[in-house]
């Protein structure tokens, strides 16, 4: 159980057009989701936060009109970066918990950006 | 928000020998510390966690103690194997309203 799905899986765009992430819980209610990026050989970076049918806490540091996030059901929720720039390529990995605070996340498989 | 520390970066241990990640937190509110296990170009998968009102956890191999009054946790895996070899990240969190992760370990287990 608890399996998050995550599309595409790799995506190359064009320097200035957008993209679109998805992320879908496909055996539970994501009541919140999470965005993170990893770096090669580095951590998870926590950019924001979002909870179905709220807007999203972005962390410190994270442009809120570049990395779009929707969490418009219980299921899905989207991340769009906006006007990609090469510096945007990065490993981008959603991951959701259930209504129950004390439930753990559940990673999707990530989606790696590149921006040519 | 939170700061979570990781060590070591690296760590090399023999097949059987122990293995030992240490984290420490900001945030004394943090009250949930889950460890995730990432290999090589797949999703981080849980393999233990521990909640604030416990001092260890132990599952098999794997244990985790927390020191809440020092503020840092640990990952203690015995008896080594090869497939233990991946990135270790430790995370806290404050009631699941936000998880940061620690800098990750990368273990290598030497047959």
């Known amino acids: 159980g608890a399996v998050v799905s995550q599309h595409p899986s790799r995506v190359i765009c064009k320097s200035g057009t957008s993209v679109k992430i998805e992320c879908r819980s496909l055996?539970?209610?994501?009541?919140?989701m999470f965005w993170y990026r990893q770096f090669p050989k580095q951590s998870l970076m926590l950019m924001a936060t979002?909870?179905?049918?709220?807007?999203?806490?972005?962390e410190q540091g994270v442009e809120k009109d570049k990395f779009l996030i929707n969490h418009a059901s219980l299921t899905l929720s989207t991340l769009t970066v906006t006007s990609a720039h090469p510096e945007d390529s990065s490993f981008y990995i959603c991951?959701?918990?259930?209504?129950?605070?004390?439930?753990?996340?559940?990673f999707g498989n990530g989606t790696r950006l590149t921006v040519t | 928000g939170e700061n979570v520390e990781q060590h070591p970066s690296t760590l090399s241990v023999q097949e059987g020998d122990s293995a030992v990640i240490k984290c420490t937190y900001s945030?004394?509110?943090?009250?949930?510390f889950p460890w995730y296990k990432q290999e090589l170009g797949k999703r981080p998968q849980l393999i233990i966690d521990?909640?604030?009102?416990?001092g260890e956890k132990k599952d098999q191999r794997i244990a985790v103690t927390l020191n809440k009054t020092a503020k840092h946790f640990s990952l203690h895996i015995t008896e080594t194997q090869p497939e233990d070899s991946a990135v270790y990240f430790c995370?806290?969190?404050?009631?699941?309203?936000?998880?940061?992760f620690g800098t990750g370990t990368s273990l290598t287990v030497i047959p």
């Open positions: 991951s959701a918990r259930s209504k129950d605070r004390n439930s753990p996340l559940h």
């Open positions: 055996d539970f209610q994501a009541t919140t």
């Open positions: 979002s909870n179905e049918g709220s807007k999203a806490t972005y």
């Open positions: 945030d004394s509110a943090s009250n949930y």
């Open positions: 521990i909640r604030s009102n416990v």
């Open positions: 995370a806290a969190t404050v009631f699941g309203n936000q998880f940061y």
